[in-house]
C-alpha cells in the first residue's frame, strides 16, 4: 500500500482530448520527507514518520535535534505512514507524488470544515416552525419525549443541538485523473474531505487496491496546478 500526505487547493475542471470533462481536486503534494523509521521490536507497529512542508522559524532544540539526525530540514508538520511501497524507503529520503499514476484507485482523509456550535435545523436538516407571528417555534429542537413505550428519558443518538463538523472523514475508491511530479500535484476525480488549504492523506484504496480506473490522457495545458 501506498500513502502520502497533501494539502487540498481546490477544484476545478480538466479535458481529455475527445472532450471528456472531468470534475478534479487539486492537491499540492509537496515531497515527504522520512524524519524516523518505527519498528515492530521498538515501537510495536512499523510506520514512517513524515514531515510535510518546510518551516524555517520556531523550531525548538529539541526537533532540531530530531531533524538533524535524520539530515532533513525542519518540517512544519510531522505524521506517521504506514504500507509496504513506502517503508522499504530509508530515514532522510523523501516520498513523491509519482508514486501514485492516472487511472489508480486511492482513499483521501481529510477534517471536514468546523461550523462550531449549531441548532437542528442546521446540523440536523429538521424542519423549520410555521413562520407567521403568531407561532412561537421556528428554529427550535422540537418534542424530546419518548413513545411511551420507554423509560421517559431522552436516549442516546437523539439529534440536538451541538458541536457541527470538525470530523475526520474518508472517501474511498476515488480515481487519480493525472500526477504532474514536476508541479508537485494530484489531480483526484470529484471532491475529496476538508475546506481548501487542509490537510489531506491519500493512500492506496483498501477495498479494491488493484483497481485501475479507466481515465483518458487529459491534456496538459487545460489547468493550472502550479503549487502556491
Known sequence: MKSIIGR??????V???????????VIEVLPNAI???K??????YEALVVGFEPKNKN?????KGIYGKANVEPRANLFELKGDEVYSKNVGEEITCDIFTAGDS???TGTSKGRGFSGVIKRWHHSIGPKGHGSGFHRQIGSLATNG???DRIHPGLPMPGHFGNYTRT???LAVVAVYPERNAILIKGSVPGPNKSIVRIRTAVKNPNRKHAIKKVIDNSVAVEAK
Open 171 to 173: 472517501t474511498l475508491n
Open 106 to 108: 486511492i482513499d483521501v
Open 39 to 44: 519498528t515492530v521490536e521498538k515501537d510495536g
Open 15 to 25: 479535458f481529455a482530448e475527445d472532450g471528456t470533462q472531468y470534475p478534479v481536486s
Open 59 to 63: 523550531v525548538n532544540s529539541a526537533m
Open 149 to 151: 413505550r420507554t423509560n
Open 35 to 37: 524524519v524516523q523509521k
Open 8 to 13: 487540498k487547493i481546490g477544484m476545478t475542471s
